[in-house]
């Protein structure tokens, strides 16, 4: 099983400043971790909202909002990707993560859906054509 770990933004995250010498090394530590552990399939930060903008779509046409978005508990300040067996054992690994001296932070954790799970809806044919996607998005991250 595949999870979606995410890390709620605060107003230190959304103020643009860049962490310290020391929080990098916490959390390079802790993804080395999930990395000798086999877990780890993808960790990355994310830039402030004010760097970001919103597409809403409503009755076939598009508004876009530029960030900075207001409400910083509803956004997100960087996400990792876990494999593990089973919900608890992705809820061990983020119970472990180097956030000790931060009070209110909070961290999503989401079971990302697997292909199977979609039954017939996803014919051999869509099969086929999301693993020629998955190819080229591999050969995307390789350039």
């Given amino acids: 099983m595949r999870f979606m770990v995410l890390l709620k933004s605060d107003a230190m995250a959304e103020s643009g400043a860049l962490p310290?010498?020391?929080i990098i090394a916490d959390m390079t530590r802790y993804n080395e971790e999930l990395v000798k552990a086999g877990v780890l399939l993808a960790a990355e930060g994310l830039h402030p909202s004010s760097k970001g903008s919103r597409v809403k779509f409503e009755k076939g046409t598009q508004a876009v909002t530029d960030g900075p978005f207001s409400e910083t508990k509803e956004l997100i300040a960087g996400f990792w990707i876990l494999?593990?067996?089973t919900r608890e054992e992705a809820i061990e690994w983020v119970k472990r993560a180097p956030f000790g001296?931060?009070?209110g932070l909070e961290v999503e954790i989401r079971q990302i859906f697997d292909?199977?799970?979609f039954g017939e809806a996803f014919t051999p044919?869509?099969?086929a054509a999301e693993a020629k996607i998955g190819q080229q998005m591999k050969?995307?991250?390789k350039r």
């Fill in 101 to 103: 001296g931060h009070s």
């Fill in 125 to 127: 044919e869509l099969q």
């Fill in 20 to 22: 310290t010498e020391e």
């Fill in 139 to 141: 050969e995307n991250a």
């Fill in 115 to 117: 292909a199977a799970e």
């Fill in 83 to 85: 494999q593990c067996k």
